[in-house]
């Protein structure tokens, strides 16, 4: 099955550390997306690529990085990690403009805790 | 700013009840509407969405959803819930004008009855 998987599924690093979490996608869909879910406050966008040279911003893109290998590949850098990055992190793709009305494919998580 | 706003945190009901999650979201010309469900240790899976025509939308595993204009509102219905509907639902907006916006609700969290 065309799928969207994420490594690592887990992470456990320290205050400092760099750490890149890494998404790719047998979907064949252009649009790639990281969110980051913490309790109560549900998903927020970290960065979001609608090709591979189309990189955006999201709402709270302080402290991480991204790079778009290829149209199957999205990963997240977090150069200098700090324990307020401990979240469940989510990679999500979509098809481009207008496509199936923006429905989005979710990885199955990764969950990050920084001592 | 464009928000979305689930204002039950959590909601619990017996096996065989019916359930409504409600949604509101903040005006936005031509929004595309969602509602996926995340279970226990997984990603997010889509239960319906609406762009336009029927204000009554299905989606998967018997929910559906009412889209109400001058209400701002999206509500999420099931007339009978299964012990296996306990996950967590999440409303999101997608606004198709001006810069990209795609946003979650916070989520309501189902527990359910046996």
């Known amino acids: 099955d065309a799928d969207v998987t994420q490594t690592p599924r887990n992470r456990i690093t320290k205050t400092g550390k760099r750490i890149m979490l890494e998404c790719s996608q047998t979907?064949?869909?252009?649009?790639m997306y990281w969110y980051r879910q913490d309790p109560g406050l549900g998903l927020r966008l970290i960065y979001y690529s609608f090709d591979v040279k189309d990189i955006n911003k999201g709402e709270i893109s302080d402290g991480y990085s991204v790079s778009r290998q290829a149209q199957a590949k999205f990963s997240l850098s977090l150069e200098s990690a700090i324990p307020n990055q401990t979240a469940l992190y989510f990679c999500?793709?979509?098809?481009?403009?207008?496509?199936?009305?923006?429905?989005?494919?979710f990885g199955p998580g990764t969950r990050l805790t920084v001592l | 700013a464009q928000s979305v706003t689930q204002p039950d945190i959590h909601i619990t009901v017996s096996e065989g009840a019916s359930l409504e999650l409600r949604c509101n979201y903040s005006y936005g010309a031509t929004p595309y509407l969602f509602w996926y469900v995340q279970s226990p240790g997984q990603g997010l899976q889509l239960l319906l969405k609406?762009?336009?025509?029927?204000?009554l939308v299905q989606g998967i595993k018997g929910f559906e959803a009412e889209f109400k204009r001058s209400q701002s509102s999206f509500n999420l219905r099931k007339p009978s819930v299964h012990w296996s509907d306990a996950a967590e639902y999440f409303c999101a907006v997608h606004y198709t004008s001006g810069t990209y916006k795609y946003i979650f609700g916070t989520g309501t969290r189902l527990k359910v009855l046996a």
């Open positions: 609406y762009f336009s025509g029927d204000t």
């Open positions: 979907k064949g869909h252009d649009r």
């Open positions: 999500a793709t979509s098809l481009g403009q207008g496509g199936s009305l923006g429905e989005q494919f």
